[in-house]
């Protein structure tokens, strides 16, 4: 199975998102934000960062990179594309995913990690068991997603919510404001999923935690 990371200036989190991938078992390739085209993939990645410094709107001005045409393009065929962070940001500016990501509700930038729940599988959920919690990384200023009554209801009743966040034991574990306490959605195709959370940064020996390998494991298996 072959994954391409999209990468911006400012990206930061592809060395994360390409080990967390090797380690299940993918090959890696990258596209710039200027390519016109992807190369050929199983998978396609928008991995974490400051996208253009964040200026404007995060993930504003990558949206609108020549790169992200392809992506959208790639989407619309059914190829299945994961944004995490910033990645996530691109995917609701490039109109992909639905709502808004605003600025955390206490106007500070959170990094700590937060205990996440599998809401429903999917296409993109990997080995995980709806009802699943994991222990995976935040850190974002702009990660409190928000949805208006209509779209939160559309999001229920259709069953795209996959990732919410719950108590960890240290209040009621949203670390942001998000709607509902969402953590992560897909679309309606079912294909096109983004998080703010860093499952990339739970995979690994020297991190604090391995539980979103199983998350990896199950993409690649799938697409493999």
Known sequence: MKAALVLFPGTNRETDMADALRRAGADVVTAWHRDPELPAADLVVLPGGFSHGDYLRCGAMAARAPVMAAVVRSAERGVPVLGVCNGFQILIEAGLLPGALLKNAGLQFVCRTVHLRLERRCRLSGHLE??????????????????????????????????????????????????????????????????MPHPEDATGPRQQSRDALPFFEGIVDSLS
Request: proline letters at 5%; zero cysteines; charged letters at 25%.
């Open 130 to 195: 709806a009802g699943d919690i994991i222990r995976v990384p935040v850190a974002h200023g702009d990660g409190n997603y928000f949805a208006d009554r209509d779209l939160a209801a559309r999001l229920e009743d259709e069953d795209r919510v996959v990732f919410r966040y719950v108590p960890d034991g240290r209040g009621d574990g949203n670390p942001n404001g998000s709607t509902g306490d969402i953590a992560g959605i897909i679309n309606q195709a079912g294909n096109v999923l983004g998080m």
